[in-house]
């Protein structure tokens, strides 16, 4: 039996799997991440969460499970601030001199 070959990702799935906007995906991912955790932690229902965000039970079921495709960063960032959560974008020049990237933090 031959030895698997293991490769180091990048630290980006999206990017690994090759999407054209990976950092976007990601970006989306860890914002949904965050919602999902905090309706969580809160204890809310998917039907009172649903209607705090003003989408119907079937979206925010597909949202929370990976399916955020539809959903522009400010739609997502949107539903961050509803759940009292300040959201701030921070922009430095790039350590490097490469494209800029996007990323996501909670403090």
Same mark, same amino acid.
């Given at each position: 039996?031959?030895?698997e070959?293991?490769?180091?990702?990048?630290?980006?799935?999206?990017?690994?799997?090759?999407?054209? /906007?990976?950092?976007?995906?990601? *970006?989306?991912?860890?914002?949904?991440?965050?919602?999902? +955790?905090?309706?969580?932690? &809160?204890? =809310?229902?998917?039907?009172?969460?649903?209607?705090?965000? /003003?989408?119907?039970?079937?979206? *925010?079921?597909?949202?929370?499970?990976?399916?955020f495709? +539809?959903?522009?960063?400010? &739609?997502? =960032?949107?539903?961050?601030?509803?759940?009292?959560?300040?959201?701030?974008?921070i922009?430095?020049?790039?350590?490097?001199?490469?494209?800029?990237?996007?990323?996501?933090?909670?403090?």
């Amino acid at each position: 039996m031959a030895a698997e070959k293991i490769e180091a990702g990048s630290g980006n799935v999206f990017a690994d799997v090759g999407f054209a /906007d990976a950092d976007t995906h990601l *970006l989306k991912a860890g914002i949904v991440a965050r919602i999902d +955790k905090i309706l969580r932690r &809160r204890r =809310l229902t998917d039907k009172r969460a649903a209607k705090l965000f /003003d989408l119907s039970h079937e979206e *925010l079921s597909r949202l929370v499970r990976g399916h955020f495709r +539809k959903y522009s960063v400010e &739609r997502l =960032l949107h539903l961050l601030t509803i759940l009292g959560q300040d959201v701030e974008i921070i922009t430095h020049t790039a350590k490097t001199q490469r494209q800029g990237r996007l990323s996501f933090q909670v403090v």
